[in-house]
Every structure is written in structure tokens, then in C-alpha cells.
């Protein structure tokens, strides 16, 4: 399968559990750099920084746009994402049902959000 602008991605990355992550993903959407962003409840990330093993509440989000917004998104993530260093991990489906992929299309690049049907 060739990738597309148009192929729809899904981007994963992680908030702190106390930030705002609903002002966050409505940022992203108003922007029209994602068509959804799926907050996750709280979780407990393990991991090691700056050569000490850490733990911390975290929020992982999904967020669904296209190929050709996830430029555009790395750049954003820059300027409003708080880590030093977020995650920005990019997943491409196997397969997206026509449906899905045309409504994740048409709210990122119409200007029109709407609904998945």
C-alpha cells in the first residue's frame, strides 16, 4: 500500500494526567491539523530520563488526521505540547473504512468539522 496525503494516520503522544489534554486536542481540531483526538484516562507511565528511572500519571492521546498534516502537527507540537521531549509516534493503518477516511478527510481540510457516520 502507497501512502498518500490523504491516507489517514493515526498520531499517538502522552500529556501529563493533570494537563489540560481536552484544550489541548480542541486546539489540534480548531486548527484543523486533526479531525479527533481521543483522550484516554490516566494511566501510570514508567521510564527512564535523563538516567533516572521515572514514574508518572500520564493521558495518552490518539490522535486521527492525515499524512499530510503530521508536518504541520510536528511543527505545533514545538510550541504547545509542555515535555521537552513529547512523544510523536505515527501510526499508518493497514486498512481505514472508506467512510471513516473520507469524514477525517473532509474535517481537516474543509473547514467544516463534522461527525463519523
Known sequence: MNATDSTVVILITTLGA???AAAFARTLIDEQLAACV???PPMTSIYRW???LEQAPERQLLIKTTAARVLALKERFQTLHPY?????IVVRPEAVGELYSKWVIDSI???RPGRPT
Not at 84 to 88: A, H, L, S, T, Y
Open 109 to 111: 481540510g474543509s473547514g
Open 50 to 52: 535523563k538516567g533516572e
Open 18 to 20: 493533570d494537563a489540560d
Open 38 to 40: 481521543s483522550v484516554l
Open 84 to 88: 521537552e521531549v513529547p512523544e510523536f
